[in-house]
């Protein structure tokens, strides 16, 4: 080893001392701007702030009924299974596995050790219990029928970490996974049904406790909400500090804030402002992702029949306003004649979709029930007119408008289009033109979600156009349009003693290939029968910050091409990070700079050069 003389090593060591005396001060001083940053953005892992046309209105997990509440329940809670990013199949999450048993009526699953509360309260096997009962015993609607009453004997755990679920007939529903969230016993166990569908789950002040990676603890009604990173996750701490979603008037105030900067993401539902932002993709920072067309969007027609002995419990104590005219097959299948899904599709979607049919999405390829050549819906003008005619409907006071024949009135229905749609008044549009093509008049009105949401529910409508974002599962889908879900989640009030058997019956099938083909004719029976009309299926709209942020174009779900965020799990809100920011400390930078100095110190040494370090880099020099 070649010696180095004394005096260079002391003017080598004198010089590192200075590079490192300096490069504390600077570390220092972008610790402090750096952190008065990161306060400001709630944190060191920063605030991703997405944007929002729709309002939330209740977190109450058995009370929600859209997306915004769906999304903020998902990463503020747990269900006992995850998803499988690739499959969608049940895969380790809160039960880590499971195992059914021979006869097939019994399923055990081990539940996760060591888990808490957001709050350190213990999480265990009597919470997941605790709220499968009460979901049951207290009938909620929204969550009901993934736990199979029909079949179900008992849930029950028989220790903290294992759950017992038994039934009378063997069923794959307990891994589907049941969207079912689980609440914490310790706070509202106590509380009775009533107190249950009333219960608010978050008060200013009172952040909401559940166990997921995220908790929302700000919420300014019809403004924006906040939740912050949960560091104890049992899946490990979200790189980010904290998730935020603004509500806007408009899709063009969203778009201009995401463009400069005020907002990190969103998905769209204007195609114009997409397609705005995809040419301009690469110029701006943004980067935009059509995901898969996971879900549909449907006209529902009122049902409700009190005098039908067939009706549902709801409809008979709950009439409604409905007209009886669209509770003729002819005139519902005249107006699914009249109406011209590919043009939907290539003018309001502008070809972000396909045509709708049934409603088991295609991307559930398995359940899909794509009807025959000769029994599919085409679009024809003549044929919806000469249904109508072969009915009886004809104009009697020559007004241009057909006629009831059982009651002599107009054909003229109330159509209840979305205000926070970007495609709902166009939609609405095409519709009332074909319609009136055919002799049918229609009164549109554009109301908000929430009174869309207290018409549905109180059977006060016509028709309405509306949407849904299936499970990955057929089986919450066709829950929907069984007798029990009137007053709930059926868009229709439609009631069928035979389709609500075979939705039983598919429940309880005992191989993948047997329930297919009671899906089928299930989805078969409402094609037919026309209680909704399948528009289209949608494709998602995403664009995000991508200069800014990163972690979310690898964890796409269901892969190879779903969703960047708000996914079925919440795979992206763990990996989603500032870009260049350093996931294991908030002290990279210094970190970063030190080890720097180290190398440029041994450099030095071993060349016996002395160097001059460069002076004054700015934070973004250094980002």
Known sequence: MRKVRRGLLVLVSGLIIVLLAAGAAWAQSASASGSASASAAGGSGGTFIEGTVNNMRTVNPWKAIESPEYEVLALNFDLLENFDKSTLQASPGVATSWSQSSD??????????????QDGQPFTAND????????????????????????????????????????????????????????????????????????????????????????????????????????????????????KVVLYDNSEAM??????????????????????????????????????????????????????????????????????????????????????????????????????????PPFATFYHYQPTADEAIGFS????????????????????????????????????????????????????????????????????????SQAWLSDDYDMYIWGWGPDPDPDFM?????????????????????????????????TPEDRQKIVYQMQDMLYKDIPEVVLYYDKSLEAYNSAKWTGLEDNVSPQPEGFLWNQYTAYSALTLQLRGADSGSSGGASSGLLVIVGILGAIIVIVGIVMIARRGKSDEDLA
């Open 104 to 117: 097939g009526l019994t399923w055990t699953f081990q539940i996760r050790p060591g888990m808490t509360w």
């Open 128 to 243: 997941i219990a605790w709220t499968y009962n009460e979901t049951l015993n207290c009938k909620l609607g929204n969550s009901l029928d993934y736990l199979v009453p029909n079949f179900t004997k008992s849930i029950t755990a028989t220790s903290d970490t294992e759950l017992v679920w038994t039934t009378d007939k063997p069923t794959s529903a307990p891994i589907r996974p049941p969207w079912v969230y689980i609440a914490p016993q310790h706070i509202y166990g106590n509380d009775t049904c009533a107190e249950i569908n009333k219960e608010p789950f978050f008060e200013d002040g009172k952040p909401m406790i559940g166990s997921g990676p995220f908790q929302l603890t700000q919420w300014d009604k019809g403004q924006d909400w906040t939740m912050t990173a949960n560091p104890n996750y049992w899946g490990g701490a979200p790189h980010i500090s904290q998730f």
């Open 255 to 360: 778009v201009n804030a995401l463009k400069q900067g005020e907002i990190d993401y969103t998905n769209l539902g204007s195609v114009d402002l997409f397609n705005q932002l995809q040419s301009e993709s690469g110029t701006n920072g943004i980067t935009t992702h059509v995901g898969p067309a996971v879900t549909f969007g449907q006209m529902s027609f009122n049902m409700c029949d009190p005098t039908s002995p067939d009706a549902a419990p709801y409809c008979q104590k709950n009439p409604g306003t409905g007209n009886p005219a669209l509770r003729d097959p002819a005139v519902r299948t005249a107006i699914s004649w009249a109406i011209d899904r590919q043009t939907i599709v290539d003018k309001v979607l502008a070809g972000y979709g396909e045509p709708g049919t049934t409603i088991v």
């Open 381 to 452: 003008i003549d044929n919806a007119k000469q249904i109508l005619a072969d009915a009886g409907y004809k104009d009697t006071d020559n007004n241009g408008v057909l006629n009831d024949p059982k009651t002599g009135q107009d054909l003229n229905f109330r159509l209840i289009l979305r205000s926070e749609s970007d495609i709902g008044a166009r939609l609405g549009t095409y519709v009332t033109g074909w319609l009136k093509q055919i002799g049918i008049a229609t009164t549109s009105e554009v109301v908000s979600d929430g009174k869309l």
């Open 478 to 510: 066709l829950s929907t349009f069984t007798s029990n879900q009137c007053g709930t989640w059926s868009d229709t009030c439609y009631s069928n003693p035979q389709y609500d058997k075979l939705y039983v019956d598919q429940q309880t099938a005992p």
